[in-house]
């Protein structure tokens, strides 16, 4: 691994190697994290990192685009064929600029937008006080019912009729339910809005095909590339063909410069991978290791936020067992546990503390985990939870975690020997 890097800089070395040893010795369980390929691995550090271009293939800024122009229309080819798009730009860098790009397409300053608020499933990106865009266009937000912790979409469709906004946001990065795509688009067309979908956290199930996509429905997808999409970190666009234009423009030079060739490329790659039956069965077990998880920690008397998950994320309330998300967190990385804290739907503590904690089987799922496995991590987390500043019963733990995860492997054995 690194094997140049080794001997010009062995500290940035040491301090990859702790990286990989910390993934390879942890039950990693944030929602928001895959493992990535060894073929995305070798691509995002790939030649391509020398070269800038900007543009479309065609109309380039820069010359020397041959090999970028192939790049690039075989991945956009492979993402429309994955989702069943009429069009896709791969130069996003990430989820968040795939969003950006959304909006400098179709957006004007003070234009509003209806999103999903950031503490009941929404994102950051979808006009949280705290980001700049906020400044930039009038967001409003819908949210979640309070008995059933799903969409209330009686009250996004009031609230749309009264904001008129012009474009409404679906998705998010904390939601563990389907959306009613279909009930959406319905609602924007009626208010004359566009409807775009953020699926950066879906985006791997729906290439699967074993939940429902929102392509047909949305004006715009957006996505990220690295969460259940298992990619690089990058992002991409999808929408109608009526929009491919304005799209790309408002991608570049709208609102990002020169594209990460480096990351397009291993993008182009997991748009092949993402369409095979390994991915997919992949994709099948996340849901079944999602469910049952969510069964089993419900089993140990932990609440489990709208009662089951139809993704990879289980969100859970902690109030039941009288400790904050802060806690928990802290506590489940002593014992080689990862997940984040997060606000769950009407939460009376501070993103800073919270009562819950979001829970993703992604990177587990993709390292083998099945049920055996989902029994013990639920049983550890109950055993956590039930004494988490105990020193010693925090070490049983962890001589848990770490028999059941060196079980399984995070790369084939060897990888990185060069
Ligand atoms: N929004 C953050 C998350 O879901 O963890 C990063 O994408």
């Known amino acids: 691994m690194l094997k140049y890097t080794k001997i010009s800089d062995p500290e940035v070395y040491g301090i990859v190697e702790g990286e990989l040893k910390r993934q390879e010795h942890n039950i990693e369980m944030i929602a928001s994290e895959s493992t990535a390929s060894l073929e995305i691995m070798e691509l995002s550090g790939s030649i391509f990192t020398n070269k800038t271009l900007e543009g479309y293939p065609g109309a380039r800024f820069q010359a020397g685009s041959y090999e970028a122009d192939r790049l690039e229309i075989l991945g956009i080819e492979r993402a429309k064929a994955l989702f069943g798009a009429e069009h896709a730009n791969l130069q996003v860098y990430s989820g968040s600029t795939a969003?950006?790009?959304?909006?400098?397409?179709?957006?004007?300053?003070?234009?509003?937008?209806?999103?999903?608020?950031?503490?009941?499933?929404?994102?950051?990106?979808?006009?949280?006080?705290?980001?700049?865009?906020?400044?930039?266009?009038?967001?409003?937000?819908?949210?979640?019912?309070?008995?059933?912790?799903?969409?209330?979409?009686?009250?996004?469709?009031?609230?749309?009729?009264?904001?008129?906004?012009?474009?409404?946001?679906?998705?998010?990065?904390?939601?563990?339910?389907?959306?009613?795509?279909?009930?959406?688009?319905?609602?924007?067309?009626?208010?004359?809005?566009?409807?775009?979908?953020?699926?950066a956290h879906i985006s791997g199930l729906v290439a699967a095909g074993v939940i429902p996509s929102p392509v047909p429905y949305a004006d715009f997808v957006s996505s990220s590339t690295t969460k259940t999409l298992c990619g690089p970190r990058s992002g991409f666009i999808l929408c109608k063909k009526e929009y491919a234009k304005a799209l790309d423009k408002g991608v570049f030079p709208g609102s990002i410069g020169s594209m990460h060739l480096t990351t397009m490329a291993a993008k182009v790659w997991l748009f092949k991978h993402a369409a095979t039956e390994e991915f997919k069965n992949v994709m099948k077990q996340v849901l079944?290791?999602?469910?049952?998880?969510?069964?089993?920690?419900?089993?140990?008397?932990?609440?489990?936020?709208?009662?089951?998950?139809?993704?990879?994320?289980?969100?859970?309330?902690?109030?039941?067992?009288?400790?904050s998300g802060k806690l928990f967190q802290n506590s489940l990385d002593k014992v080689g546990i990862t997940v984040n804290k997060n606000q769950i739907p009407f939460d009376p503590a501070s993103p800073f503390v919270t009562s819950g904690v979001r829970i993703g089987v992604t990177s587990i799922t993709q390292r083998g985990l099945k049920e055996n496995e989902i029994k013990e991590i639920a049983d550890i987390m109950d055993k956590v939870a039930s004494d988490p500043e105990n020193e010693s019963n925090l070490f049983e733990c962890k001589k848990r975690t770490e028999k059941l995860i060196s079980e399984f492997s995070l790369y084939p054995t060897g990888s990185f020997n060069d």
Do not use: W
Not at 135 to 152: A, L, P, R
Not at 288 to 317: C, P, Q, W, Y
């Open 288 to 323: 079944a290791n999602g469910k049952l998880l969510a069964k089993e920690l419900e089993s140990h008397g932990f609440r489990i936020v709208s009662g089951t998950t139809d993704n990879h994320i289980v969100m859970v309330d902690l109030r039941s067992k009288g400790i």
């Open 99 to 199: 969003n950006y790009g959304v909006y400098a397409s179709v957006l004007k300053p003070g234009d509003r937008v209806l999103s999903m608020r950031l503490d009941q499933g929404g994102h950051l990106t979808h006009g949280s006080p705290a980001n700049f865009f906020s400044k930039v266009y009038e967001y409003d937000f819908y949210g979640v019912n309070k008995e059933t912790e799903q969409i209330d979409y009686d009250e996004l469709e009031k609230k749309a009729k009264e904001f008129l906004p012009k474009l409404i946001i679906a998705g998010g990065s904390s939601y563990p339910r389907l959306i009613d795509y279909e009930r959406i688009c319905k609602i924007a067309k009626s208010v004359g809005a566009y409807f775009m979908v953020d699926m």
